[in-house]
C-alpha cells in the first residue's frame, strides 16, 4: 500500500513513519498542507493521513481542494481535538476517518486496514484493471500511468478502460460505438478516431513507449511493451 503522510510535527512524524514501515507500506512525505496537496493530486495513493493543523493550508482545505477535484483517495484525519464538532467538521470535509493525537499505533495500524479493505471492496480483489504502467480504478473512475494522475472525461474513461479489457487485441471502430457510445443516432467512426487522439495525447505524449496502436483498415488496440 502506498500512502502518503502530510504532517509537520517532526517527532509525531517519526511515529507514524516507523509505525508504517514496519508494515512495509511504501511511504511519501509532506510537510506542509500545500505541498501535500500537490503531491496528493499528482500521484497516485491508496491512504492520505493527513495532520488538521498545517502550514500554508490547513488540514481541511486539503481535504475540501482533493474532493473538488474529485479525488476520492481515503483520508485519515489525525487532530489533537476529541470535540464532537471539530470531528463533525473534519468528516463533513471529505475525510473518511479521524482519529485523536496521540493514537495508540494497534488502533492506527487497524484504521488504515479498514480503510483500505473498504476501497477495495471488502475481502475481494479491488477493481483495478491495469497493463504495462497504466492503471484504471474501474470503481472510482480515476486513471494513472507511471503513478501520475490523467484526467479524463467520463466518455474517454470508457474508451480506456474497453481498450484496457480487450488488452493486447484488435477491437474494431464499429465494435467500439457499440459498447462506448451503444451505436446512437450521432454516434459515427469519426467520433472514434477523435476520441482516441484525445487519449493518446493524456494517456501517450508523455511516454517513449505507446500504448495504443493503430490495426490500419481494422481498429485499434492497447498494447504493453514487449
Not at 47 to 71: A, H, T, W, Y
Not at 95 to 108: K, N, T
Request: proline share 2%; glycine share 4%; aromatic share 8%.
Amino acid at each position: 500500500m502506498k500512502i502518503l503522510l502530510i504532517q509537520s510535527d517532526a517527532s509525531y512524524l517519526e511515529f507514524l513513519y516507523r509505525t508504517l514501515a514496519e508494515r512495509q507500506y511504501t511511504l511519501e512525505i509532506a510537510s506542509d498542507g500545500y505541498t501535500g496537496l500537490a503531491m496528493g493530486l499528482h500521484a497516485r495513493f491508496d491512504l492520505i493521513v493527513l495532520d488538521s493543523e498545517l502550514p500554508r493550508m490547513d488540514g481541511l482545505d486539503v481535504i475540501r481542494r482533493l474532493r473538488q477535484e474529485n479525488d476520492s483517495t481515503p483520508v485519515l484525519l489525525l487532530s489533537n481535538s476529541n470535540e464532537s464538532a471539530d470531528k463533525a467538521k473534519g468528516l463533513y470535509a471529505g475525510a473518511d476517518d479521524y482519529m485523536v493525537r496521540p493514537c495508540d499505533s494497534d488502533e492506527l495500524l487497524a484504521r488504515i486496514y479498514a480503510l483500505h479493505r473498504r476501497r477495495t471492496g471488502g475481502f475481494n480483489a479491488p477493481s483495478i484493471l491495469s497493463i504495462d504502467n497504466l492503471e484504471l480504478n474501474v470503481a472510482e473512475k480515476v486513471a494513472y500511468r507511471a503513478n501520475q494522475r490523467i484526467k479524463l472525461t467520463a466518455r474517454e474513461f470508457q474508451l480506456l478502460e474497453f481498450l484496457i479489457k480487450n488488452a493486447g487485441r484488435v477491437v474494431t471502430k464499429a465494435q467500439i460505438l457499440e459498447k462506448v457510445w451503444d451505436n446512437t443516432p450521432i454516434s459515427s467512426t469519426n467520433k472514434v478516431e477523435v476520441y482516441i487522439n484525445f487519449l493518446r495525447k493524456k494517456i501517450d505524449r508523455d511516454f517513449d513507449h505507446k500504448l495504443i496502436h493503430t490495426a490500419m483498415g481494422v481498429g485499434y488496440l492497447l498494447r504493453a511493451a514487449n
